[in-house]
């Protein structure tokens, strides 16, 4: 069984680099939060009359920005202070290299949301496990059950919305792309950021 279904792992070293500088990560995965609630916003807009979609995604969206104020919060009491927008890399990546194979843009749009929430969720558990800031790492541990149901409501939402042979197949691909991402995303304390040593999981 491949832990998280992710095509390539992160190695708990990455949890080191964090250590480095804990408030660069805060920091990002506060934006992280925003980002997440603005797709979710925009899927709802874009897909108004979807009375499903509307229901799922307000609710996450209201959930991210409640994340984004925690992570603030963290960020804050360790003296850091919240830094200007940054491109992300690995996701830019991961939707420039999806565009020549993709059909559905709606499909793409729900998988690669939901592929960016369990890359976020198999580093929440490192993050967990391995930080030596006993607060810090509850801070991660507890975000991991909503993190998981994101997760999950884009990929059941795509099965509702699609056939399930082509939402598997689209997947996979998916899945293949954002290992490559993930191996060559620029290193560093960043949710999404890169790590050389990415291994393939068994």
């Known amino acids: 069984m491949k832990p998280f279904k992710l095509a390539a792992l992160t190695p708990p070293a990455w949890v080191a680099m964090v250590e480095e500088d804990a408030n660069a990560l805060l920091s990002d995965h506060a934006h992280c939060e925003l980002k997440a609630a603005s797709t ?3 899927l709802l807009l874009k897909h108004r009359t979807n009375a499903r979609l509307v229901d799922e995604l307000s609710a996450m969206a209201a959930e991210e920005m409640a994340h984004f104020r925690q992570a603030v919060e963290a960020l804050q009491a360790r003296g850091g202070e919240l830094g200007p927008v940054e491109t992300n890399p690995y996701a830019e990546r991961l ?7 993709r059909g559905a843009p709606l499909l793409d749009r729900l998988l690669i949301a939901g592929l960016i929430e369990l890359r976020s969720l198999e580093r929440f558990h490192l993050l967990a496990e ?3 800031d006993p607060e810090l790492a509850a801070l991660y541990r507890g975000l991991i059950p909503s993190e998981s149901g994101h997760q999950a409501l884009f990929d059941r939402l795509a099965r509702s919305l699609f056939d399930g042979a082509l939402v598997e197949r689209r997947q996979a691909e998916l899945l293949a792309i954002e290992a490559r991402v993930a191996r060559e995303a620029p290193p560093g304390p960043r949710v999404h950021a890169g790590w050389a040593t990415l291994e393939a999981a068994e």
């Open 40 to 42: 979710a916003q925009a």
């Open 130 to 132: 391995g930080l030596g």
């Open 95 to 101: 939707l420039g290299e999806s565009g020549p194979t």
